[in-house]
């Protein structure tokens, strides 16, 4: 069984549309795949009719942008109840934060003679619930001005870089909560990898786990098999489920290909239990796995 638990598309910034990604990821040879879009679940119905007809499994989640002491950690929810107030909230709020960016990134790109309008970028994010980064990065590469995503964030748009500019996210063990009581089951994405580092050691994972945190992903490209070996000897620890994704974007990141990190079988039906679990002390109507 092979099992991919993190995957974006259009509906926030990876470049297929959520049927083309279900389809690709039964193409890819997977059993099993999570859509996880930045801060929305606009992309679940597509997804869920693609997977019905392409005959593959589908979890439905999201990859949830949170701040702990001052870093960004990005939360994997899966299988929480999308209607619940204070989870729509709590996502309204972020996806405002990024849109709200955009106006100020353009501007300081203008400052430092880089020209792309706000309209551009708003064409660029088009089906996606809210105009990222990424967005601001394909409206460079359309311009010229970079070659690819990646160029435009280690030129512009990283930290330091002069295009970037610092947004809202949700608290992390509020927003842990919040998805908890929609029903659904949290794991940290990449929390070794990028903005993420340093942010988490063992005893915040110990803390996070008393606080209900499922699990721990673990085997992702942003990680070192050295981090990978650490991480997976704290999940053990702490009896906590490890789980390994692609976080595939379509085109637009390299190296991550669907299926080129998965989550082993018993990790995934660890996992399914405590979703079942969360689901039924929540009380709320949650999406049952698709297929
Ligand atoms: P935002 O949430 O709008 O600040 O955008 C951050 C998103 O940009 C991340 O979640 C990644 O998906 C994406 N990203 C970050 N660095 C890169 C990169 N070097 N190349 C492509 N995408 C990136
Ligand atoms: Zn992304
Ligand atoms: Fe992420
Ligand atoms: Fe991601």
């Not at 809202?168 to 993420?196: C, D, F, Q």
């Not at 390299?254 to 989550?263: E, I, K, P, Q, R």
Request: proline share 4%.
């Amino acid at each position: 069984m092979r099992i991919d638990l993190h995957t974006h598309s259009l509906a926030s910034d990876g470049t297929q549309t959520p049927a083309e990604l279900v389809e690709a990821a039964a193409h890819a040879g997977l059993d099993v795949v999570a859509l996880t879009d930045h801060d929305t679940a606009v992309g679940w119905p597509e997804a869920a009719r693609a997977a019905e007809a392409a005959g593959i499994a589908l979890v439905r989640g999201m990859e949830i942008s949170t701040s702990y002491g001052g870093r960004g950690v990005h939360l994997l929810a899966y299988l929480p109840d999308p209607t619940y107030p204070p989870l729509v909230e709590g996502l309204d709020r972020v996806l405002e934060g990024r849109n709200a960016r955009v106006p100020a990134i353009v501007e300081q790109l203008r400052e430092t003679g880089v020209e792309v309008t706000e309209a551009d970028v708003r064409r660029m994010a088009g089906a996606s619930a809210a105009a990222g980064r990424p967005h601001v990065a394909d409206a460079l590469v359309a311009s010229g001005v970079v070659v690819d995503r990646r160029e435009a964030f280690s030129r512009y748009l990283n930290p330091g870089r002069p295009g970037h500019v610092h947004r809202y996210a949700a608290e992390l063990v509020t927003m842990l909560e919040t998805v908890h009581a929609a029903g659904g089951v949290t794991v940290i994405a990449h929390p070794w990898g990028r903005a993420a580092r340093g942010a988490l050691d063992e005893a915040a994972f110990a803390a996070l786990a008393e606080r209900g945190l499922a699990g721990i992903e673990v085997d992702h490209r942003d990680h070192t098999v050295e981090q990978r070996d650490e991480l997976r000897g704290i999940a053990a620890n702490l009896g906590m489920v490890v789980t390994g994704s692609s976080d595939h974007h379509g085109l637009g990141k390299v190296d991550h290909d669907l299926g080129c990190f998965t989550t082993a079988p018993e990790e995934y039906a660890r996992l399914l239990e405590l979703a079942t679990t969360a689901a039924r002390l929540s009380g709320r109507r949650t999406p049952e796995v698709v297929g």
